[in-house]
């Protein structure tokens, strides 16, 4: 098959996709929009919280309101990405391994960690990454700060690397219901860390608790190193070979989980 | 008396229950434990190079929070799954015919597995004081007994309170067939509207105004000024014995109206 023949398939699968997300969102629309108006009320209460504490407080360990107001509008776009494209459907590898139906899963021709990553798309998702996008433009605008071009373009790579480096991190957690089966209360202990991601990095007090909430547990990354990007790109740019490493390390996680496996289905 | 040995029975049942899952029961600690330190950290940053914020000195905002997590689990209201699971799936129709009266007999279960979280949280939260201690964010005499005792009394006033209103949000099941938009709308609205987000007063005026005339600050600000001695207990248990009465009549309403409505189809 050409290049061109492939790009075309899988530009049709994601257009079907996104087609029977539309559908999902006509048939559960109280739900779509309950889901909606919580992500409102977050967005709403997380900068009143902020907005609270500057108005008593003029900064955050030396960062000004307009750079926090950056981290609200990257967490959400990270968030809003993830939840769009990922959610759903690693959350099929732990409820696999507990009922049995990871089996069939086994059974298709085809990398069953791409499988289980792609599929179901969450157009709420898409609708908090705009929401979060609206706040980064604003706290970008030329009132608020001018960052560089390649500032920018190294930004947006570092928030692809944010999205990555939460599906793998979370497929890590997934991978860890074949020798535990119930994974619940690590899956909201993940994302009970994630809420703290609008907390800026200057008020983990060394090195030390900034490297653990990086690398061991990644709330730093889903705000805090993109935004750093548009502060000291050079730095940050560094940070670029983190997310293929920790994608790396979920797949042996899941290989090896994989050649322990026994089937639970009937 | 009968009537109290089936209560004590299931709050002993759910007890055992709720500690059946080890790595659960656990892990639970790590969910309490570092959030806080988290939120921690950052009023330290916030009190960087600053003695006092809106009144408060770090180790009375740090205080403010270790209450406030004590507090929040317990009094926090949602919809309680197993009762809204009986009505949807018709078992309430089993309950009905035992001798305890049903929204009795879900208080009691509910009190159970909570007191399982009450020895948890009391642990996690009294070594996270004293680690806070030892790490010079606070000290012993930032506690007073006195103060801790009036905490005590309310907490138990705060947590009847927010079980009322779990109840309350889950007999909604008999109207609306699922509560789940209920649930998910207090649990935006509650951290900020309560106080457990952040100090009622360090707010702007207009949500100050909102929250003044919902029950929600009685679940957790007030109970905490009521340990710093800024809002007299005395006062604070007329105002939320207030709220429990309404809070009662409504689970009560609720109760009789679904009841009513209430078909179920046995097999």
């Known amino acids: 098959m050409t290049l061109r023949a492939r790009i075309t398939r899988y530009l049709r699968m994601v257009a079907k996709q996104l087609w029977l997300g539309w559908r999902a969102w006509r048939s559960y629309r109280a739900s779509f929009l309950l889901g909606i108006i919580g992500d409102l009320a977050w967005l709403l209460f997380t900068i009143v919280f902020f907005s609270s504490i500057y108005s008593h407080a003029g900064d955050i360990g030396g960062w000004p309101w307009a750079d926090v107001l950056m981290l609200i509008g990257t967490a959400h776009i990270v968030n809003g990405l993830y939840t769009a494209l990922f959610e759903s459907n690693i959350r099929r590898l732990s409820a696999g391994v507990k009922n049995g139906s990871l089996d069939r899963w086994l059974t298709y021709p085809a990398d069953v960690q791409l499988l289980l990553t792609f599929g179901r798309i969450n157009l709420r998702g898409f609708l908090t990454a705009l929401l979060g996008a609206g706040i980064t433009l604003y706290a970008l605008s030329p009132v608020v700060s001018q960052p560089r071009l390649e500032a920018v373009a190294i930004y947006a790579l570092l928030l692809v690397g944010a999205v990555i480096v939460r599906l793998a991190a979370a ?90 496996y026994q089937s639970a289905g009937g | 008396m009968r009537l109290l040995a089936i209560v004590r029975s299931t709050i002993a049942l759910s007890w055992r229950e709720a500690t059946a899952y080890r790595f659960n029961f656990v892990m639970s600690f790590l969910v309490i434990a570092v959030p806080f330190l988290l939120q921690v950290f950052l009023w330290v940053a916030v009190f960087s190079g600053r003695g006092q914020v809106a009144g408060y000195s770090l ?120 509560a789940t938009g209920l649930s998910k709308l207090v649990s935006f609205i509650f951290p900020l509207l309560s106080g457990s987000l952040i100090p009622l007063d360090m707010l702007p005026g207009w949500i100050k105004n909102v929250c003044h005339y919902l029950p929600f600050r009685w679940l957790v600000y007030e109970p905490i000024r009521v340990y710093s001695g800024q809002q007299p207990l005395a006062q604070a248990l007329l105002a939320t014995a207030g709220w429990l009465g309404l809070a009662v009549a409504l689970v009560w309403w609720l109760w009789r109206a679904g009841e009513a409505r209430f078909t179920a189809v046995g097999g």
């Open chain 2, 59 to 178: 180790s009375g905002i740090i205080v403010y929070y270790v209450l406030a997590l004590f507090l929040y689990d317990f009094v926090h209201p949602a919809v309680l799954y197993d009762v809204s699971n009986d009505i949807k799936s018709g078992e309430l129709a089993a309950h009905l015919l035992r001798p305890l009266p049903y929204p009795l007999w879900a208080l009691a279960v509910r009190l159970g597995s909570q007191a399982v979280y009450l020895a948890v949280v009391t642990v996690v939260v009294g070594a996270g004081a004293a680690l806070l201690s030892w790490a010079g964010y606070l000290s012993v005499n930032d506690f007073s007994m006195a103060g801790l005792l009036r905490f005590a009394v309310m907490f138990l006033a705060a947590w009847l309170l927010g079980l009322l209103f779990s109840l309350a949000a889950s007999f909604a099941v008999f109207f609306t067939e699922d």
């Open chain 1, 171 to 260: 497929f890590l957690i997934e991978t860890l219901a074949f020798f535990l089966v119930n994974v619940e209360i690590l899956r909201a202990l993940q994302n009970e860390f994630y809420g703290y991601a609008t907390y800026p990095a200057a008020v983990y007090p060394n090195w030390v608790w900034k490297l653990a909430f990086t690398v061991l547990i990644p709330v730093l990354w889903m705000a805090n190193i993109p935004a750093a990007a548009l502060r000291d790109p050079e730095i940050a740019v560094w940070w670029l070979f983190f997310p293929p490493l920790l994608l790396a390390l979920s797949r042996k996680a899941f290989a090896f989980a994989l050649r322990h």
